[in-house]
């Protein structure tokens, strides 16, 4: 048996489940099931013809219900199988009849039928309108039927179908098939010319105006008059439709009055000036008083006045009279304050049409105290609509007004208590919100503007917190947070800096992953728009170590996420300084799911970098790389495979080859450019408020104190973005500084080991070294800082402490005693070691075993990890011995910190 005949529910979504539990349970002999068989060796052509001669009922059935099938495949050549289809609908049962009509319909709906189908469609459907047959199988045929009617002319069938609509509403008929007159008269006006429309069906339409079902009536106002009004004229329209229209405003259903007031409206474009004036209004102005006393009149008029005075007041302005106005105006603040919610909701939805109609000049007066009243309604759903058109109404009265009058509603709107009314003025913040600030504003002008709105923005934005009443749903802040982004250059730095990015970080720590990724490209774009560095390096600061460090493994993902925008609206310097250690550290995290996101981002680590200044930085991906192949976890080795395919693309820039300027290297120079000119305009920035506050003989020492830190600064690979106000603060990866707390602590962590060695340069040399202050391959290597803290020109000296270290430590002796010629290669070897290895004073070196022989002395000694300081002293004199003494305690010594002192006495 054929299987395309009786296929599967999941596979056709017209599958009758009821045929396929007839044909499983139906057919149960093997003479029945080889009665359903066909030749496999036919087509699926030949197999329809054969079915449709010799099949069984319900072979034929499935064969009409699964047709498009053929339609689709074959497209014209299933015409002669559409024919036979025909064909046997002649004389079939009610059911098929029926089922090829669904099938009619669905095809033509789908497109799958040609001009040339549809037109051999047409006989049989028109056959199939006649009173001769079911009225089931009469009604869904004549869907078929307006269905055709939007796709071909009515010029070849207009005689058939004008006999048709009038024969189907005679009065004996049917409610139905009354119904189906005033639909086809209705479809027919908008396809015939006027001389069929006028006077047959005209006079049929405007008869059934005195039907006596209500529904005849309501669907001649919403369908067939309207249409009718533009088939037959001006005069006709104002003399004919236009007075039953007016009869029916009264009708006793008021389903019909409610369509009549629509059909009014709809019929303003066809009615002169004069018919508007003498005609229209004075009904208007009756059924707006009478509204006035009836709860139930005034709803549908509620509904429908919005559009109606809209119509009149766009077409004829100078025929609307004033009285006309004082009646429409009287009725619309009644319904604002009226008692049922349903009408001041509509007279909310109606609002902006009101306006647009009045005119901006009369707002202040006439709708402005309605807008207030209607922003704090009592109810919901008035809340809501008000709230969805409040920028319409702000396009409307412009933006001097906008600032005047809007900002209370629009705040107000925002602090509801309804997550419904909060989510339709979301909707348009868009619009709103750069109302209220002029374009290319300074930021004084930004902050005055925003200075109420965006924080209730901002709260709107946060992620509720656990425990709290739930906020806006996770949605409505993605929408937010997209229209905020959007208007980044509309908000000042200072907003900038201190809402909206602390809001962002909540977002990435707390919201769902599709709010994450959007919110890590805000981060990036709103980071970019802060153009002072000193501004970026505190939210730096906070990725770095409550995300890229952070316990949860979700946040280090995140820092990913965030890493990948930076690189596309940043320079490549900027990461290269920032954000590069802490990316690649993540390739040696402990959850599988981090490494495996850090794979993808390894490829963008590689083109980063510049040959052969970043040879080192090129081995360090490399080794990670390779480390992350050889994984545990297959889903990390299958991406890292994937990353190695990627990198292997890649080739390193060299600049010993000469560079080839590609366009990502053209944009990553502006990038730069621009980078470096907001630096400057800092640094000028600066300058001048220092030079505004300092006395003149203090500028100079300052000057020269802020180039040196400076020149440190680049000496360890810090970026230079510390000025004069944060000299004093300790460094950010210092062991004072909160933000050294890190998870994962290296062993050498908080150990200082300082050699100092007297010889006879003026200005003895002072190395360090700076232990991981974070595990996973922090920030480390070589650092050497030129010249003595006490000695350096132009740095004030550093203050002695007031009683002597050795009061308070512990104490570790050490002797070494050699020759002169000893000390002295002793000396060299430990300033060479000291080169090689050295690092920050705030974090320093603690001395392998291997180099100094301690011995322990004091209860103090036995320390678990504590930080310990050795000093070493070394005598330059020939022939006589050195000895070598080192004091330690379980207590660290706090970090050397540069304080800005004045070489001359403040005179005040």
């Given at each position: 048996?054929?299987p395309?005949?009786?296929?599967p529910?999941h596979?056709?979504?017209?599958w009758?489940?009821?045929?396929?539990?007839?044909t499983?349970?139906g057919i149960?002999s093997?003479?029945?099931i080889?009665s359903?068989?066909?030749?496999?060796?036919?087509?699926?052509?030949?197999?329809?013809r054969?079915?449709?001669?010799?099949g069984?009922?319900?072979?034929?059935?499935?064969?009409?219900?699964?047709?498009?099938?053929?339609?689709?495949?074959?497209?014209?050549?299933?015409?002669?199988l559409?024919?036979?289809i025909i064909?046997?609908?002649?004389?079939?049962q009610?059911?098929?009849?029926?089922?090829?009509?669904?099938m009619?319909?669905?095809?033509?709906?789908?497109?799958?039928?040609?001009a040339?189908?549809i037109?051999?469609?047409?006989?049989?459907?028109?056959?199939?309108?006649?009173n001769?047959?079911?009225?089931?199988?009469?009604?869904?045929?004549f869907?078929?039927?307006?269905?055709?009617?939007?796709?071909?002319?009515?010029?070849?069938?207009?005689r058939?179908l004008?006999?048709v609509?009038?024969?189907?509403?005679?009065v004996?008929?049917?409610?139905?098939?009354?119904?189906?007159?005033?639909?086809?008269?209705?479809?027919l006006?908008?396809?015939?010319p006027?001389?069929?429309?006028y006077?047959?069906?005209?006079?049929?339409?405007?008869?059934l105006?005195?039907?006596?079902?209500?529904?005849?009536r309501?669907?001649?106002c919403?369908?067939v008059?309207?249409?009718?009004?533009?088939?037959v004229?001006?005069?006709?329209t104002?003399?004919?439709i236009?007075?039953?229209?007016?009869?029916?405003?009264?009708?006793d259903?008021?389903?019909v009055?409610s369509?009549a007031?629509?059909?009014?409206?709809?019929?303003?474009p066809?009615?002169?000036?004069?018919a508007r004036?003498?005609?229209?209004?004075?009904?208007?102005?009756?059924?707006?008083?009478?509204?006035?006393?009836?709860?139930?009149?005034?709803?549908?008029v509620?509904k429908t006045?919005?559009?109606l005075?809209?119509?009149w007041?766009?077409?004829d302005?100078?025929n609307?009279?004033?009285?006309?106005?004082?009646?429409?105006?009287?009725?619309?603040k009644?319904?604002a304050?009226?008692s049922?919610?349903?009408v001041?909701?509509?007279?909310?939805?109606h609002?902006?049409?009101?306006?647009?109609?009045?005119?901006?000049?009369?707002?202040?007066?006439h709708l402005?105290p309605l807008l207030?009243?209607?922003?704090?309604?009592?109810?919901?759903?008035?809340?809501?609509?008000?709230?969805?058109?409040l920028?319409?109404?702000?396009?409307?009265?412009?933006?001097?007004?906008?600032?005047?009058y809007?900002?209370?509603?629009?705040?107000l709107?925002?602090?509801?208590?309804?997550?419904?009314v909060?989510?339709?003025?979301?909707r348009?913040?868009?619009?709103?919100?750069?109302?209220?600030v002029?374009?290319?504003a300074s930021?004084?002008?930004?902050d005055?503007g925003?200075?109420?709105?965006?924080p209730?923005?901002?709260t709107l934005l946060?992620?509720?917190a656990?425990g709290?009443?739930p906020?806006?749903?996770?949605?409505?802040?993605?929408?937010?947070?997209e229209?905020?982004t959007a208007?980044?250059?509309s908000f000042s730095?200072?907003?900038i800096?201190d809402?909206?990015?602390?809001?962002?970080?909540q977002v990435?720590?707390a919201?769902?992953?599709?709010?994450?990724?959007?919110?890590?490209?805000?981060i990036?774009?709103?980071?970019?728009a802060?153009?002072f560095?000193?501004?970026?390096?505190?939210l730096?600061?906070?990725l770095t170590?409550d995300f890229?460090?952070?316990?949860n493994?979700q946040?280090?993902?995140?820092f990913?996420?965030?890493?990948?925008?930076i690189?596309?609206?940043f320079?490549?310097r900027?990461?290269?300084?920032?954000?590069?250690?802490?990316?690649?550290?993540?390739t040696?995290?402990?959850?599988?799911?981090?490494?495996r996101r850090?794979?993808?981002?390894?490829?963008s680590l590689?083109?980063?970098?510049?040959?052969?200044?970043d040879?080192f930085?090129?081995?360090r991906?490399?080794?990670?790389?390779?480390l992350l192949?050889?994984?545990?976890d297959?889903?990390?080795?299958?991406?890292?495979?994937?990353?190695?395919?990627?990198?292997?693309?890649?080739?390193?820039?060299n600049?010993?080859?000469?560079l080839t300027?590609?366009?990502?290297?053209?944009a990553?120079?502006?990038?730069q450019?621009?980078?470096?000119?907001?630096?400057?305009?800092?640094?000028e920035?600066?300058?001048?408020?220092?030079?505004?506050?300092?006395p003149?003989?203090?500028?100079?020492?300052?000057t020269?104190f802020?180039?040196?830190?400076?020149?440190i600064?680049?000496n360890?690979?810090?970026a230079?973005?510390?000025?004069?106000?944060?000299?004093?603060?300790p460094?950010?990866?210092?062991?004072?500084?909160?933000y050294?707390q890190s998870?994962?602590?290296?062993?050498g962590?908080?150990?200082?080991?300082?050699?100092a060695h007297?010889?006879?340069?003026?200005?003895?040399?002072?190395?360090?070294?700076?232990?991981?202050?974070?595990?996973?391959?922090?920030?480390?290597?070589?650092?050497?800082?030129?010249?003595d803290?006490?000695?350096?020109?132009?740095?004030?000296?550093?203050?002695?402490?007031?009683?002597?270290?050795?009061?308070s430590?512990?104490?570790?002796t050490?002797?070494?005693?050699?020759?002169?010629?000893?000390?002295?290669?002793?000396?060299?070897?430990h300033?060479?070691?000291?080169?090689?290895?050295?690092?920050?004073?705030?974090?320093?070196?603690?001395?392998?075993?291997?180099?100094?022989t301690?011995?322990?002395?004091g209860?103090?000694?036995?320390?678990?990890g504590?930080?310990?300081a050795?000093?070493?002293?070394?005598?330059?004199?020939?022939?006589?011995?050195?000895?070598h003494?080192?004091?330690?305690s379980?207590?660290?010594?706090?970090p050397?910190?540069?304080?800005f002192?004045?070489?001359v006495?403040?005179p005040?």
């Amino acid at each position: 048996m054929n299987p395309d005949f009786f296929p599967p529910p999941h596979q056709d979504e017209g599958w009758d489940p009821n045929l396929e539990a007839y044909t499983h349970k139906g057919i149960r002999s093997a003479e029945e099931i080889e009665s359903y068989s066909v030749d496999d060796t036919l087509s699926t052509l030949q197999i329809g013809r054969y079915l449709l001669a010799h099949g069984k009922p319900l072979q034929k059935e499935a064969l009409i219900i699964h047709f498009h099938r053929y339609l689709a495949e074959y497209g014209t050549e299933a015409t002669p199988l559409l024919q036979e289809i025909i064909n046997l609908l002649r004389d079939a049962q009610s059911s098929l009849q029926i089922t090829a009509a669904h099938m009619f319909l669905e095809s033509i709906e789908r497109g799958s039928f040609s001009a040339d189908q549809i037109q051999l469609c047409l006989p049989i459907v028109m056959q199939f309108l006649s009173n001769q047959h079911e009225e089931n199988v009469t009604l869904s045929h004549f869907e078929v039927l307006l269905s055709i009617l939007d796709r071909v002319p009515a010029d070849s069938v207009r005689r058939e179908l004008i006999e048709v609509a009038l024969s189907r509403g005679e009065v004996f008929e049917t409610v139905a098939s009354r119904l189906m007159c005033v639909r086809l008269i209705g479809k027919l006006c908008t396809k015939l010319p006027r001389d069929l429309v006028y006077p047959a069906l005209f006079d049929k339409a405007l008869s059934l105006c005195q039907d006596c079902d209500h529904e005849i009536r309501a669907r001649l106002c919403e369908d067939v008059l309207p249409a009718m009004a533009a088939a037959v004229g001006e005069d006709l329209t104002a003399n004919r439709i236009v007075p039953e229209v007016l009869r029916l405003m009264s009708d006793d259903a008021s389903s019909v009055r409610s369509a009549a007031i629509e059909c009014l409206a709809s019929l303003m474009p066809h009615i002169t000036g004069e018919a508007r004036t003498h005609r229209v209004g004075p009904p208007i102005r009756k059924l707006c008083l009478e509204a006035r006393t009836d709860l139930t009149t005034a709803l549908f008029v509620a509904k429908t006045l919005g559009k109606l005075v809209h119509m009149w007041a766009s077409l004829d302005q100078v025929n609307f009279l004033e009285e006309d106005w004082a009646s429409i105006l009287a009725f619309y603040k009644y319904s604002a304050q009226a008692s049922d919610p349903n009408v001041r909701k509509w007279c909310a939805f109606h609002f902006p049409a009101m306006l647009k109609s009045l005119g901006a000049r009369k707002y202040t007066s006439h709708l402005h105290p309605l807008l207030t009243h209607l922003a704090r309604d009592e109810s919901e759903d008035v809340r809501t609509c008000i709230a969805s058109g409040l920028h319409e109404v702000s396009q409307l009265i412009g933006r001097d007004r906008t600032q005047k009058y809007l900002r209370d509603a629009f705040e107000l709107l925002l602090q509801d208590s309804n997550v419904l009314v909060q989510q339709a003025i979301v909707r348009h913040v868009d619009i709103l919100l750069p109302v209220f600030v002029p374009a290319g504003a300074s930021d004084e002008v930004k902050d005055h503007g925003y200075a109420t709105l965006l924080p209730s923005l901002i709260t709107l934005l946060r992620p509720p917190a656990p425990g709290a009443t739930p906020g806006l749903p996770w949605r409505t802040r993605l929408t937010l947070l997209e229209h905020l982004t959007a208007l980044e250059h509309s908000f000042s730095m200072q907003q900038i800096h201190d809402l909206i990015l602390p809001a962002l970080l909540q977002v990435l720590a707390a919201d769902p992953i599709p709010v994450r990724l959007v919110a890590s490209e805000s981060i990036s774009r709103f980071l970019r728009a802060l153009r002072f560095p000193r501004q970026r390096t505190g939210l730096i600061s906070r990725l770095t170590c409550d995300f890229a460090r952070g316990r949860n493994y979700q946040h280090r993902i995140v820092f990913l996420d965030v890493a990948e925008q930076i690189l596309r609206h940043f320079s490549r310097r900027f990461f290269r300084m920032h954000f590069f250690d802490s990316a690649l550290d993540l390739t040696q995290d402990r959850v599988p799911n981090v490494r495996r996101r850090a794979c993808g981002i390894l490829p963008s680590l590689k083109r980063l970098l510049t040959l052969p200044g970043d040879s080192f930085a090129l081995d360090r991906v490399n080794s990670r790389l390779q480390l992350l192949l050889a994984d545990k976890d297959r889903d990390v080795m299958a991406m890292a495979r994937e990353a190695e395919r990627l990198s292997n693309k890649i080739e390193p820039r060299n600049t010993k080859k000469g560079l080839t300027l590609t366009h990502q290297d053209i944009a990553d120079r502006k990038l730069q450019e621009e980078e470096d000119r907001w630096d400057n305009e800092e640094r000028e920035l600066e300058a001048k408020r220092e030079k505004d506050q300092d006395p003149p003989q203090y500028a100079a020492t300052r000057t020269r104190f802020v180039d040196q830190r400076t020149k440190i600064l680049l000496n360890r690979g810090r970026a230079v973005t510390e000025r004069s106000q944060r000299i004093n603060e300790p460094d950010a990866y210092s062991r004072d500084s909160p933000y050294s707390q890190s998870p994962h602590p290296s062993p050498g962590y908080g150990h200082t080991h300082t050699h100092a060695h007297a010889h006879p340069h003026p200005h003895p040399h002072t190395y360090t070294h700076k232990s991981p202050a974070f595990g996973m391959g922090a920030k480390s290597g070589i650092r050497k800082t030129s010249g003595d803290a006490h000695s350096v020109p132009g740095l004030p000296k550093r203050i002695p402490p007031k009683k002597p270290l050795s009061a308070s430590l512990a104490t570790t002796t050490t002797t070494t005693t050699s020759t002169s010629h000893h000390t002295h290669s002793t000396h060299s070897a430990h300033s060479a070691h000291a080169h090689h290895t050295g690092a920050h004073l705030a974090s320093g070196y603690h001395p392998s075993p291997s180099t100094t022989t301690t011995r322990r002395t004091g209860a103090g000694s036995a320390g678990r990890g504590t930080s310990s300081a050795s000093t070493h002293a070394h005598a330059h004199t020939s022939g006589s011995h050195a000895t070598h003494t080192a004091s330690s305690s379980n207590k660290p010594i706090r970090p050397f910190r540069f304080r800005f002192r004045p070489a001359v006495a403040n005179p005040r």
